[in-house]
């Protein structure tokens, strides 16, 4: 089954996305809720903010599929 992966940018959610394709399914795309262009909060209670700015690299480069950010 194909499934767009919801990324943190965290250990957990790549852990998450290596056990679906362990057990058959297909990555076609990377999802990121990003904290709104202009706050100045960065420790949000929903908003990863730690590594954020990795995202879209992590997942064009190292995951092989686009991101929606």
């Known amino acids: 089954m194909n499934f767009c992966a919801l990324i943190s940018g965290g250990k957990d959610s790549i852990y998450a996305i290596q056990q ?4 058959g399914h ?3 795309c990377a ?3 990003a904290l709104p262009e202009h706050t100045e909060e960065l ?5 990863q ?3 954020s700015s990795v995202v879209p690299t992590l997942t064009t480069k190292c995951l ?3 991101a929606i950010i």
């Not at 679906?20 to 057990?23: E, P």
């Not at 420790?43 to 908003?47: G, N, R, V």
Request: hydrophobic share 50%; glycine share 4%; net charge neutral.
């Open 64 to 66: 092989g599929v686009p």
């Open 20 to 23: 679906a394709c362990k057990y």
């Open 49 to 51: 903010s730690a590594a």
């Open 43 to 47: 420790d949000s209670f929903m908003y």
């Open 26 to 28: 297909t990555l076609v």
């Open 31 to 33: 999802a990121h809720l």
